[in-house]
């Protein structure tokens, strides 16, 4: 019978963790003791078909029906849907399920079919099906619970019972709906009573339309005559275009009588048209022979013209050589006869000079030189002391420089050493927080508390599920697989979505999801596609009980094609050989990265920050080993602060020496300048007094003599140039004669090319002629 229910199932509901009832089709007693959960099944099917949890008297929220250390709880409830009462049986069948799941923050009810495939999840379907089949579980005629017959049977006021009698009769809902049915005809009386007022001014709207209907009744005969005239003008049309076409068709039965004349015209001409075909062809072949020969012949003359401008170039060279020669020699005769004029002056000339003025000059020089002398070994001896200091200052600055450098690589060391020593304590606390921190940790609670709305429960993070063949890859893995390890894997987008919510709700935006499907077996990889060397892959070395997680290494990270070496240049070898198939990257064992894409090598160094204390297996070993190995570098780093020190100070020292020695060199080489200026003084006036005491004619002399040797040796080079001018003079002229002859042939040759370019145009009009 449609709308009985068959079979009651309850989970974690109330006092009962798992419960089965199957129902027969007529009346069914449940008993048992008290608190055994009788109450409960009511309960359960109140909760089941929509009412309130404050309506039950039970609870006063959904969540307060879940068992106490549970986090959710299940109501399903079968009703059958057969015979002619039943409620849409094409689309449930013969059995609607229905279904309520209620947790700490929320609930759900779903309506499936008989086979269990879902059909609808909304309150308003599963109120249609409630008032089809007239389950009203609030009225205490169909449900009533213990409280309600309590207060039914010991309530002694007949105003109370007649509410009882009102609502269980349905009177109270049939009130209910005459009050809304009386409010809703008032309504409609004054909507009914505005449209009254509305409507007069369309009626009077109406009245003049209708006038001018009569109006357009006129208009309307007006048209059809209209239209009659258009047709017979059609007709009109019609009747000469049948005369156009009478004439055509006698102009087209002359043309046909003439088509065996034209066609005896197209033959003629088809075979004009083969012979200008062959002549064209004739032509193009000559013209192209012609312009091979144009281009040879322009390049000759290109190169003539410029062995002229070479010799051109050289001609004005020598020109301008022999103009500067002329000027120079001329120069140099003028020269000669001032130097000459001054000899025969210097001869004339005559002064006095005293012998005792002469002996105090020269002792003067004397004493500055010896002065001269003091001074400048003393300037020197500074100088050469500060030069040493000054050296040794640059090698104790050289050495705080790298002392300093020693030290921040240290510092640098000892932050890398801490990074990894608190990785390696969050993975002793727990392994998973290796890939991702305390977010991962946060995620995978959200996961947990909100799995059903999960269609499969999600796969991750990826490195979680991995263990390694062998430590000493670690590095090499890590960079192999980067972000990866820290993914998840869902089976569908719509987890994916709620993967990705869950993943906002603990700020953890740039987490990598893949969709994968669970169902599909494990990868088999046939040997071909395998990299032909003996070196592990990323593939062989990790291990998982999850073959998805494999899967998804290979689909997406391509680990059976990443290839991992022990040190540099055998990577370099492995990585940059051809003949080895299927190789997509090379990783060595610290961290590079090597691959070729075409003809293009690329090596990469390591990640500057390397994480293989995920993959430790003893992290306590690992921590003692990372901190003694801190322990020695911060000792390190005490010594060669000890060391800076010194040198500082040491530094400082040297500092103040150098500029003690500026101090006492500075006044010296002050007092050294001024005695050297003194002496040149001293100098040009000794040799002021010579010039004037004695006439020395000697140097002058020679001076003629020499400026005779250049003048003989300037005529010679002149004679020479001239020699070199004449020649080059004739060579221009040789090469413009054969450049004019060569001009010559060029111009009858062009002659000729232009003379077959016309008949090659002749012979083109002449096919377009015959074509047409």
Known sequence: MAGTISRIRLENFMCHSSLHIELGEHVNFITGQNGSGKSAILTALCIAFGCRAKNTQRAATIKDFIKTGCSYAAISVDINNQGEDSFKPDVYGNLIKLERRITESSSSTILKDQHGRKVANRKDDLNEIIEHFNIDVENPCVIMSQDKSREFLHSGNDKDKFKFFFKATLLQQVNELLETIRDQLNNADSVVQELEKSIKPVMRELDELREKIKNMEHIEEIAHDIDNLKKKLAWSWVYEVDQQIEEQTVRLQKLKERIPACQERIDRNTVVIDDLKKELTEKEELVRSLGDKTHEVNNMKKSMEDNIAEVVKLKIELEAEHERGTRTLEKMNGRLKQMQAQLRDFQMQHMQFTQAEASQIEEDMQNIQRDIDYLDSNVTRLREEEKEF?????????????????????????????SHMDGLQQRQSNTVTAFGGQKVLKLLQLIESNHGRFKSPPIGPIGAHLQLASESWSVAVDCACGGLLDAFIVSCHKDLQVLRECAGRVYYNNLRIIVYDFTRQRLIIPDGSLPTTEHPTVLSVIQSENHTVLNVLVDQGHAERQVLVRDYEVGKSVAFDHRMRNI??????????????????????????????????????????????????QRTISEKNAQRRKLVNDRSNLEQKIANLKRKREPEERHLMNKKVQLEDAKRATAENNRHAAVDTTELEEDIKEEKNNIEQKELSLQKTNVKLSAALREVNDRRMAFKTFMDSVNEERLHFSSANDELDLVKRKIDAAQQ
Do not use: H
């Open 390 to 418: 000054s050296e040794e200052l640059s090698g104790i600055q050289k050495s705080i420089s790298d002392i300093a450098k020693e030290i921040a690589e240290s510092d640098k060391r000892i932050l890398q050493l801490k």
């Open 584 to 633: 997509k990257e090379v990783y060595t064992s610290d961290g590079f990265r090597m691959f070729s894409r075409g003809s293009v090598q690329t090596i990469l160094p390591p990640n500057k920050r390397p994480r293989p204390e995920r993959w430790c297996s003893s992290p306590a070993e690992k921590i003692a080993e990372l901190k003694n190995e801190a322990d020695d570098i």
